[in-house]
């Protein structure tokens, strides 16, 4: 039965798209069937972060009726299964649509990876496929977003699965507002030379001192 993920913030550039690859990439390599989805129809963070151009089909397309949602499925060079965002020209549309197509997903996989658009109205509704959440936190930020973020989830009834705190010391908070802190990954240079080089950093820095941080995330959901 596949187990949808949904991977949440409620703050800009917490991080959400390098722990989506590098979470769906870990439960690739434990020989998990998994799909990344980059269900942000206005940015096209997957696209920049892999820097994958000219694709043949795209999820606007899908959105408008005009293909099929398993021919935008992408097969990434890790052997790991990518649906990136496309931007639509009309996004309410898009998201008004998406649970439609998204049941045609779930027969394939064992594991779905949603990168969700922080909006809070074009979450809800991304946030209606999703069985269980992980809410990403950056110290730049307010607590107060973590908060909302667990009152979101908690209306939706989506499984609230814990935080993972980016940009942070390994010395830093435990737990917010009650809820653990389940992987705290630090600012590293294997990160950034990442996404410099255009894939996941369990990709091109597999033995990194990072890496170990993704992996037990992902066992954490076996």
């Known amino acids: 039965m596949v187990k949808s993920i949904a991977i949440v913030s409620l703050g800009k550039n917490t991080g959400k798209t390098t722990v989506a690859l590098n979470l769906g990439l870990a439960l690739h390599q434990l020989n998990h069937k998994v799909l990344v989805f980059d269900a942000d129809f206005t940015k096209k963070n997957m696209l920049e972060h892999l820097e994958i151009h000219n694709l043949p089909k795209d999820i606007s397309q899908v959105l408008e009726g005009d293909t099929h949602i398993t021919d935008v499925v992408y097969k990434h060079i890790t052997g790991m299964k990518l649906i990136p965002s496309a931007i639509h020209k009309s996004t309410n549309l898009g998201y008004d649509s998406l649970s439609y197509h998204y049941q045609d997903l779930l027969g394939d996989y064992d594991y779905i990876i949603l990168d969700t658009p922080i909006e809070q109205p074009h979450l809800e509704i991304v946030l209606k496929n999703a069985d269980e959440a992980l809410i990403i936190h ?17 209306r939706l009834k989506v499984l609230n699965l814990g935080i ?59």
């Open 138 to 154: 950056s110290p730049n930020h307010s607590s107060k977003i973590v908060f909302d973020a667990i009152n979101l989830l908690s």
């Open 164 to 222: 993972v705190l980016n940009n942070s010391s390994e010395d830093s908070i435990d737990e917010i507002y009650g809820y653990p802190i389940l992987e705290k990954i630090p600012t590293h240079k294997d990160i950034q030379k990442s996404y410099e080089l255009k894939n996941p950093v369990l990709h091109t820095h597999p033995k990194s001192k990072i890496a170990p941080k993704f992996h037990r995330l992902a066992k954490r959901f076996e």
